[in-house]
């Protein structure tokens, strides 16, 4: 398997453009998560999916993001208006359910690295 | 204030020597913790996760403890290489059923010299 796939791995915009970040997950997961790193605040969940629903969005800063998951293998998180204090670098994740003991493993994407200027 | 606190914040040690780091939480109900490497540029690798019932998991050079009564965790590397120069994050899990109950700790940033 390729792993958790994101696009694009770099991504340079002005403050008030959107922008849209994309996600493939491992094939068969059926849990998808959103993170942001950042020096400051290191990382954080912002959302997370499972069966393409969403579950929890509470780590989502404000209205001006927002994430979909139109099919199992596909994912967007949208920043409308970008403004700098979102500059980080946003990550995929994807887990598999199984209720073992490793369960809930999660695998991380290489990440998108997002200047706002 | 964070509930999971790594320390120390960095370290440099020579190749071949070994290391321990700290994870100290505060987080309950504790579900289980995990230690994850993260190499410069790229996404945090799981390197172990342990179950409140568990007190060491090994995953090669890494081996990591845990006392779910003093809260405390460590993860030990042996023999250092060269490539495990990276940051490592401690994350606690509050519940199984919540997988947005997360703590991430700040990271201990190691760096291995030759």
């Known amino acids: 398997d390729a792993g958790v796939i994101q696009s694009p791995r770099h991504e340079v915009t002005e403050m008030g453009q959107e922008v849209t970040l994309r996600c493939k997950p491992i094939?068969?997961?059926?849990?998808l998560f959103w993170y942001r790193q950042t020096m400051m605040r290191g990382l954080e969940l912002l959302i997370y999916?499972?069966?393409?629903?969403?579950?929890?969005d509470s780590g989502m800063p404000e209205d001006r993001f927002s994430a979909k998951m139109p099919n199992a293998s596909f994912s967007t998180l949208k920043i409308q208006p970008s403004e700098p204090r979102d500059s980080a670098v946003y990550f995929c994740?994807?887990?598999?359910?199984?209720?073992?003991?490793?369960?809930?493993?999660?695998?991380f994407g290489p990440g998108t690295r997002l200047t706002v200027t | 204030k964070n509930q999971v606190e790594q320390s120390p914040q960095s370290l440099i040690i020579l190749e071949g020597k070994n290391c321990t780091l700290q994870?100290?939480?505060?987080?309950?109900?504790?579900?289980?913790l995990r230690w994850y490497k993260q190499d410069t540029g790229r996404g945090p690798v799981s390197l172990t996760i342990?179950?409140?019932?568990?007190n060491t998991k090994s995953n090669g050079r890494y081996t990591a403890t845990l006392d779910a009564d003093t809260k405390q965790s460590s993860l030990h590397i042996t023999a250092s290489q060269l490539s495990d120069s990276a940051s490592y994050i401690c994350?606690?899990?509050?519940?199984?059923?919540?997988?947005?109950?997360?703590?991430f700790g700040a990271g201990t940033q190691v760096v291995v010299t030759p």
């Open positions: 994740a994807s887990s598999f359910s199984l209720r073992t003991q490793d369960s809930y493993e999660q695998y």
């Open positions: 094939s068969g997961h059926d849990y």
């Open positions: 999916f499972n069966n393409n629903v969403p579950i929890d």
């Open positions: 994870c100290n939480y505060t987080v309950s109900p504790f579900s289980n």
């Open positions: 342990m179950t409140f019932s568990e």
């Open positions: 994350v606690v899990a509050i519940t199984t059923d919540s997988w947005g109950k997360l703590q």
